[in-house]
């Protein structure tokens, strides 16, 4: 059984940092893309940034230059390090997997994930 289970969000000042981590279990993540999304109640899910199975990333314009994703595929584990954080960055933050889009420029569209986890929250004031 696939499980994504998201840790290290909380409330943070603006400017300040936050590392959030995905843990994967159920199958191999390397053969995975990976993602972070964000939500607020009553908006859509928004890409925050994506990470394919050969380690190519992707940023939302809104995060670039801020937030830098990765993964260890020995530890089957997603991050994502946040930095300069706004008050704009608050949302609930869910990392998501599934097969390598068929083109890199869409691994911001959530319809490409198979598998979600239950999400992190994110307080940036």
């Known amino acids: 059984q696939v499980q994504l289970v998201e840790s290290g969000g909380g409330s943070v000042e603006a400017g300040g940092s936050l590392r959030l981590s995905c843990s994967a279990s159920g199958y191999t993540m390397r053969n995975y893309c990976m993602a972070w999304f964000r939500q607020l109640p009553g908006n859509e899910r928004e890409g925050v940034a994506g990470?394919?199975?050969?380690?190519?990333?992707s940023y939302s314009d809104s995060v670039k230059g801020r937030f830098t994703i990765s993964r260890d595929n020995a530890k089957n584990t997603l991050y994502l390090q946040m930095d300069g954080l706004r008050p704009e960055d608050t949302g609930m933050y869910y990392c998501?997997?599934?097969?390598?889009?068929?083109?890199?420029?869409?691994?911001?569209?959530?319809?490409?994930?198979?598998?979600w986890g239950q999400g992190t929250q994110v307080t940036v004031s």
């Open positions: 990470i394919d199975s050969m380690g190519g990333t």
């Open positions: 998501a997997a599934g097969p390598n889009p068929p083109s890199s420029d869409d691994w911001y569209i959530p319809q490409h994930y198979d598998y």
